[in-house]
């Protein structure tokens, strides 16, 4: 990456801006899952122990412009003490007065946190005023929010045209790394593994992937609008029927490497909210009644998809193989999980994409069994398209 990186700046008593993605999830005013907080810890006590004053913005949600005090940054201030163990203080302001009197009273090695930045619009806007008020509070900005690397926001994109020098921070360079060379460079056999719900969201994705794999797997709800393009019955499944001739296009391009489920988990009733399901059965893909809906990928193509991974060495996975949220419906997510873990201990590079598949692992407890995780679920969908990342493609070039 030929961006300046926080190891080529000098933070000694330098007040700098940092963006983070604190946006967690929280429960009565407590952090549930500090995940995100933890990810940008190597870059926080980087410059905590290098004497820089340390202002740290994030945002939290989508308080859509407006004050809403269960979207409070505190939570994650009071949660960032705890972990690195400093005095962490907290402004219950992003721009005006209150917050340039406390900036100017921190010392060097000092940590400040500002107040969620959504809570007003001009960030989401990506308003010049905005963001030239937030440039002006620091002599150096650093962005380690991969999440948010995505949107060209005030604090992404806006801020880097009113200071001199803009990094990025260990979280963000280790993100772009992975992804890049899994693209650039990848270990053969490459194999992209792409689930989730609908097509319409991966079809970028998809086009973009093909010409760099050899093999790409395709399952989860998406699944069956392929199928359907194929000319199979796919019953009551989710199926996009504005996207069968773009699928026909996909499978067309890549008739060689695109590979789809051999058999699925069907019911007659799923109700998601409820976690409740009607009869399961597996059957082959080609035979799903009329009555029943794909819920998961089968026996035959868990084997199949797991020792293609397993013979791989280099895995992109993007998106679950089923509805893995009910236990009965999680065998080919965890078991692709699983796949990735065996993978990586013969020395294949997997690289889970943020979001859903990111969930799913956590919840196998195979997140350490992995090369890397993306915190950043949009992001890293954007970057396996071949878009420029506007919270990138701002930083000071080298």
């Known amino acids: 990456m030929k961006k300046l ?3 080529d700046i000098n933070p000694e008593n330098q007040k700098i801006i940092l963006r983070v993605d604190f946006n967690v999830p929280l429960k009565n005013g407590v952090v549930q899952n500090d995940k995100r907080i933890k990810a940008a810890l190597p870059t926080i006590e980087y410059l905590s122990k290098k004497n820089a004053k340390l202002i740290v913005m994030s945002h939290l949600g989508r308080p859509k412009g407006k004050k809403v005090p269960e979207l ?3 939570p994650a201030a009071e949660r960032l003490e705890e972990l690195t163990g400093r005095n962490v203080k907290f ?4 721009i005006g007065a209150k917050v340039k009197d406390q900036i100017n009273d921190l010392k060097p090695g000092e940590i400040l946190v500002l107040e969620n930045l959504r809570f007003h619009k001009e960030e989401t806007e990506n308003d010049d005023e905005f ?3 937030l440039a002006s509070y620091a002599d150096i900005y650093v962005n380690d929010a991969f999440g948010s690397a995505h949107r060209a926001h005030a604090s992404t994109h806006g801020i880097t045209k009113y200071i001199s020098k803009a990094a990025s921070g260990y979280l963000l360079k280790k993100e772009i790394e992975y992804l890049g060379n899994a693209l650039k460079s990848p270990k053969r056999p490459f194999t992209a593994v792409i689930g989730g719900a609908k097509i319409s969201g991966k079809i970028e994705v998809i086009d973009s992937l093909l010409p760099k794999v050899d093999h790409l797997l395709i399952g989860g709800g998406m699944a069956s609008t392929f199928l359907r393009a ?3 019955e796919t019953g009551k499944s989710l199926v996009e029927e504005d996207k069968v001739e773009t699928a026909k296009k996909l499978l067309e391009k890549g008739k060689d490497k695109i590979i789809l489920p051999k058999d699925l988990v069907i019911t007659d009733i799923l109700d998601f909210d409820e976690g409740v399901t009607g009869k399961i059965r597996e059957t082959g893909s080609d035979e799903i009644p009329e009555n029943m809906k794909a819920v998961d990928i089968g026996t035959s193509t868990i084997k199949q998809f797991s020792e293609i991974i397993e013979k791989s060495q280099t895995v992109v996975w993007n998106g679950p193989m089923g509805v893995f949220e009910i236990e009965k419906l999680s065998a080919g997510t965890f078991k692709t999980a699983k796949a990735m873990a065996n993978a990586t201990i013969k020395g294949c590079t997997t690289i889970i994409g943020g979001g859903d598949s ?3 692992v956590e ?5 350490d069994s992995v090369s890397h995780v993306s915190t950043g679920g949009g992001a890293s969908l954007e970057f396996l398209e071949g878009k420029e990342l506007p919270g990138v493609e701002a ?3 080298i």
């Open 72 to 74: 409070s940054l505190k």
């Open 91 to 94: 402004v219950d302001e992003c």
């Open 230 to 232: 194929m000319g199979y």
């Open 5 to 7: 990186f926080i190891e």
């Open 131 to 133: 963001s030239k008020e």
């Open 358 to 360: 990111a969930s799913a």
């Open 395 to 397: 930083l000071s070039d």
């Open 363 to 367: 919840q196998a407890g195979l997140s």
